[in-house]
């Protein structure tokens, strides 16, 4: 718990005292809207621990997160698990809850191509141009990149998908969203998309039209879709407190509107053998 008018979180507790939870952002007022309200509700339930009100910090990328984990200056961040491992390892953080965002627990990477494509396994892809999304994401970007990157599969990035790449690597372009990546894989632009398996089963990112001339060449087994972690040092007693409500806030109706203003949270809970063995493949991916 940091003070809300210092930056030396190892300060005794003064009279006003806040819960703070952080975030990455590109989009400040947005993701503050998004923060808040939970960050409220959980300060507003902590007032018998001396906390007086909850606050949001911001970061600009992983790094910047890591470095406010480990000074104190953030609390508590809610992220994917590979930027959750990234702050355990650089900031000895602590995992502590498995977060259903969007309504769901885990999601998984898919690489999408035609039916009547030649490419039958990932290590056929030198050569090829595969569609990733956008650089922020984790099944359309990060995940596919490292799997790439463990089959020894260099990639190149082009500028457009017309463009042709080398013989011996994978070409890369970014489309900037699920429905782009479907399309330019339908239309043969691209030889390969890649996205999550929830970008492949809405009809709205990819339509039957095109998705049933579509195929799966490779898919991962699922990852956890988001956790929330917080930082070394934080009192034992606050983060206790914290675990129990949020375990409580999905079956509260006065968390409903925090919920779904933190990226459509069904529920918060515990992280079982089965998310912990997933974290491993995460941590591997990571090496």
Same mark, same amino acid.
């Given at each position: 718990?940091?003070?809300?008018?210092?930056?030396?979180?190892?300060?005794?507790?003064?009279?006003?005292?806040?819960?703070?939870?952080?975030?990455?952002?590109?989009?400040?007022?947005?993701?503050?809207?998004?923060?808040?309200?939970?960050?409220?509700?959980?300060?507003?339930?902590?007032?018998?621990?001396?906390?007086?009100?909850?606050?949001?910090?911001?970061?600009?990328? !992983?790094? &910047?997160? /890591?470095?406010?984990?480990? #000074?104190? @200056?953030?609390?508590?961040?809610? $992220? =994917?698990?590979?930027?959750?491992?990234?702050?355990?390892?650089?900031?000895?953080?602590?995992?502590?809850?498995?977060?259903?965002?969007?309504?769901?627990?885990?999601?998984?990477?898919?690489?999408?191509?035609?039916?009547?494509?030649?490419?039958?396994?990932?290590?056929?892809?030198?050569?090829?141009?595969?569609?990733?999304?956008?650089?922020?994401?984790?099944?359309?970007?990060?995940?596919?990149?490292?799997?790439?990157?463990?089959?020894?599969?260099?990639?190149?990035?082009?500028?457009?998908?017309?463009?042709?790449?080398?013989?011996?690597?994978?070409?890369?372009?970014?489309?900037?969203?699920?429905?782009?990546?479907?399309?330019?894989?339908?239309?043969?632009?691209?030889?390969?998309?890649?996205?999550?398996?929830?970008?492949?089963? !809405?009809? &709205?990112? /990819?339509?039957?039209?095109? #998705?049933? @001339?579509?195929?799966?060449?490779? $898919? =991962?087994?699922?990852?956890?879709?988001?956790?929330?972690?917080?930082?070394?040092?934080?009192?034992?007693?606050?983060?206790?407190?914290?675990?129990?409500?949020?375990?409580?806030?999905?079956?509260?109706?006065?968390?409903?509107?925090?919920?779904?203003?933190?990226?459509?949270?069904?529920?918060?809970?515990?992280?079982?053998?089965?998310?912990?063995?997933?974290?491993?493949?995460?941590?591997?991916?990571?090496?």
């Amino acid at each position: 718990m940091a003070d809300s008018g210092h930056r030396n979180p190892r300060s005794a507790r003064n009279a006003r005292s806040a819960l703070i939870l952080g975030q990455v952002s590109s989009d400040p007022e947005r993701h503050y809207r998004q923060l808040k309200p939970l960050a409220d509700y959980v300060a507003e339930r902590m007032r018998d621990l001396g906390v007086e009100e909850g606050s949001v910090r911001l970061a600009k990328d !992983n790094g &910047e997160m /890591a470095a406010l984990l480990k #000074s104190g @200056e953030v609390d508590w961040v809610g $992220e =994917t698990p590979f930027s959750a491992v990234l702050y355990e390892r650089e900031a000895g953080s602590q995992m502590i809850l498995l977060s259903w965002k969007d309504g769901v627990p885990s999601y998984n990477c898919v690489f999408i191509t035609r039916k009547d494509s030649p490419i039958r396994s990932l290590t056929d892809l030198k050569g090829k141009k595969i569609a990733f999304v956008d650089a922020g994401s984790s099944m359309g970007y990060h995940v596919p990149g490292l799997i790439l990157k463990r089959l020894g599969i260099r990639t190149v990035p082009l500028d457009n998908p017309r463009d042709e790449p080398p013989k011996d690597a994978a070409g890369t372009v970014f489309s900037g969203s699920g429905i782009n990546t479907t399309t330019w894989v339908f239309k043969g632009l691209v030889d390969v998309g890649v996205y999550s398996n929830i970008d492949w089963e !809405n009809p &709205e990112e /990819a339509p039957p039209a095109m #998705s049933r @001339e579509l195929r799966i060449l490779h $898919e =991962t087994r699922p990852f956890p879709r988001s956790v929330e972690i917080v930082r070394p040092g934080l009192d034992p007693a606050v983060k206790n407190k914290l675990v129990s409500i949020l375990l409580k806030a999905g079956k509260d109706p006065q968390a409903k509107a925090a919920l779904e203003a933190y990226d459509r949270t069904a529920k918060f809970e515990r992280m079982d053998g089965l998310v912990l063995e997933n974290m491993k493949e995460v941590r591997w991916l990571l090496r």
